[in-house]
């Protein structure tokens, strides 16, 4: 279930008016024919062995026996990559092996090998149990790992051993978790239409507004500096940091109910709500959790959501005079 939210993500944010999609589904999808579209595809045990342009794939054994012309993001309980990858590879999984050529590597997992005639033209980031580099990263290769084992070439090496876990960083994560999915059902029992507005924002165009708000969230710290400078200005910067951070730990509430309802009307479930929210809340807290992956998923969430609230707010604001800037 971990690993097929990663590809639910994805779908979260390709562009709504997106038409060169291929959908694949069932026990065991295979590719034996060229399709020259970018493909995504599920299934228990799923075969790539023709030429596609570019690949999102979940499934518990992944095998990609064919070039892909794009980029490929992957989650799997076991995933290998044996053909050649125009452009980057994104996966997750419980054993990942990549025989082939890629312009860059972001791979998290169990255990990750990269094959003695791969190449990764640039730079390759691992985390994983077991790393083992028997092929020729040109760059970068930065690993962080219990156990490397590092038999091939590579620019440059970056290596940082991963210690034993303890119990009470995960103890708190969860903790706070059960608070944040608490605070969302209140927000969305309290204040439904703004809940509802920024969600449709959300999911109306998710990519835009990630790109906004990451770009927001750097203005609005700077902004907030540059007021509190002044005597006049601290006590609006202490206010405005205040709103700020709490617009901030709220933003990813938002991608939550979005995400769920992405599945719920994907799978023809109609919840209420609460369980719309529930289930997206879940399932992005377990992408959170994933190490490296769930960093990118955390900054992706709250620029997402900063984003949408930021347009939600424009739409309501009573200031706005001729298409005002938001």
């Not at 590879?89 to 997992?109: F, R, S, Y």
């Not at 239409?193 to 507004?209: G, K, M, S």
């Not at 190490?291 to 959501?305: D, E, F, H, M, R």
């Amino acid at each position: 279930m971990k690993y097929l939210a990663v590809l639910i993500l994805g779908l979260l944010l390709i562009p709504s008016g997106a038409q060169a999609l291929t959908f694949l589904g069932g026990d065991q999808p295979r590719i034996d024919t060229p399709i020259p579209d970018d493909v995504i595809v599920s299934g228990g045990s799923v075969i790539v062995s023709a030429p596609v342009d570019s690949l999102t794939v979940a499934g518990g054994m992944v095998t990609v026996d064919a070039p892909v012309r794009g980029d490929i993001i992957a989650a799997g309980g076991t995933l290998i990559v044996n053909g050649d990858v125009g452009g980057k590879v994104l996966a997750a999984g419980g054993e990942i092996e990549l025989n082939g050529n890629a312009t860059n590597a972001l791979v998290t997992g169990g255990a990750v090998r990269i094959g003695e005639d791969a190449v990764i033209e640039r730079d390759a980031f691992i985390t994983a149990g077991e790393v083992t580099n028997a092929g020729s990263v040109l760059r970068n290769l930065t690993v962080s790992s219990e156990t490397f084992n590092n038999t091939g070439t590579a620019g440059n090496v970056t290596f940082e051993e991963q210690g034993p876990e303890t119990p009470l960083p995960g103890l708190f994560s969860v903790l706070a978790a059960i608070g944040f999915l608490i605070l969302g059902l209140l927000l969305i029992r309290t204040f439904p239409d703004l809940f509802a507005a920024v969600v449709r924002q959300v999911e109306r165009n998710p990519v835009v507004l990630t790109v906004v708000g990451f770009v927001a969230i750097i203005v609005s710290a700077i902004v907030l500096l540059i007021v509190a400078v002044t005597i006049i200005g601290l006590p609006l910067a202490l206010v405005g940091g205040l709103l700020f951070i709490v617009a901030l730990m709220v933003s990813s509430l938002f991608v939550a109910y979005a995400l769920g309802d992405v599945i719920a009307s994907r799978t023809g479930w109609r919840p209420g709500r609460a369980w719309i929210f529930i289930l997206g809340f879940v399932i992005l807290q377990i992408l959170i959790f994933i190490p490296l992956l769930g960093t990118i998923v955390q900054v992706v969430a709250v620029s997402l959501g900063y984003g949408g609230l930021l347009y939600a707010l424009r739409g309501v604001c009573p200031f706005r005079a001729g298409g005002g800037a938001a």
